[in-house]
């Protein structure tokens, strides 16, 4: 009964490092989203997924990238990470459009 | 695009005492979702309460609830008998029913301390 689970909880990167955030949903759902989280601002929409193989962009995409290879699985890729990029990030997911999120715990990134 | 607005950045309560969270949203659509997020200083986000536009009867859960003016655009959260529990950041959202996506738009946040 996880939910959705995300990789790493933490993480310290250098500018001009890459990584990747991992999102695992177990639900079954077909929709999966990823927001970041900055004071005073909420949480925006940088990309999204309908299903397998499905992407889309949403507010904030730039200086990211995404996949989903699998239908549980939602990856979020920093190519060349930037300060500006520091962040929290969720990961979300939903079984329909009409439905709310189950969100994962969130991954604090601090580019330095 | 709607946007969301939670004019308030924090909100101190007392412990068994009542606060009111305020969040208005632009729209034109007539048919919507409206939802409350908690996040504590755990960060993990917790659904709250959630409403649909085209129902006129105001969300409740338990020392939750919600007053709907669909008319004025405006979406309050009403903590009754506040507990230490409920210091947290409190997210407004909106989400279109028309999406087929399904994305969320979100407000700042309105952090809500409690005082014993």
């Known amino acids: 009964n996880a939910g959705v689970t995300q990789t790493p909880k933490f993480r310290v990167l250098k500018t001009g490092q890459s990584m990747t955030l991992l999102c695992a949903q177990d639900?079954?759902?077909?929709?999966m989203y990823w927001y970041r989280q900055d004071p005073g601002m909420g949480l925006r929409l940088i990309h999204y997924?309908?299903?397998?193989?499905?992407?889309a962009k949403g507010e904030v995409p730039d200086g990211y990238n995404v996949s989903r290879l699998k239908k549980q699985n939602f990856l979020l890729g920093l190519e060349s990470a930037a300060p500006s990029q520091t962040s929290v990030y969720f990961c979300?997911?939903?079984?329909?459009?009409?439905?709310?999120?189950?969100f994962g715990s969130g991954t604090r990134l601090t580019v330095v | 695009a709607q946007t969301v607005t939670q004019s308030q950045p924090e909100m101190s309560v007392q412990e068994a005492e009542t606060v009111t969270l305020s969040c208005t949203y632009d729209t034109s659509e007539s048919d919507y979702y409206l939802f409350w997020y908690k996040q504590p200083p755990s960060r993990q986000m917790i659904l709250v309460i959630r409403q649909e536009a085209y129902k006129q009867q105001n969300a409740t859960e338990n020392r939750f609830s919600v007053n709907f003016q669909k008319a004025a655009k405006s979406f309050s959260l009403k903590i009754s008998d506040s507990q230490l529990g409920d210091a947290a950041m409190y997210f407004c959202?909106?989400?279109?029913?028309?999406?087929?996506?399904?994305?969320?738009?979100f407000g700042a946040g309105t952090q809500v301390v409690v005082t014993p």
């Open positions: 997924s309908v299903g397998e193989g499905t992407t």
């Open positions: 639900m079954n759902h077909e929709y």
């Open positions: 979300a997911s939903s079984t329909g459009a009409n439905y709310g999120y189950t």
């Open positions: 959202a909106y989400r279109s029913s028309t999406d087929s996506w399904g994305k969320f738009q």
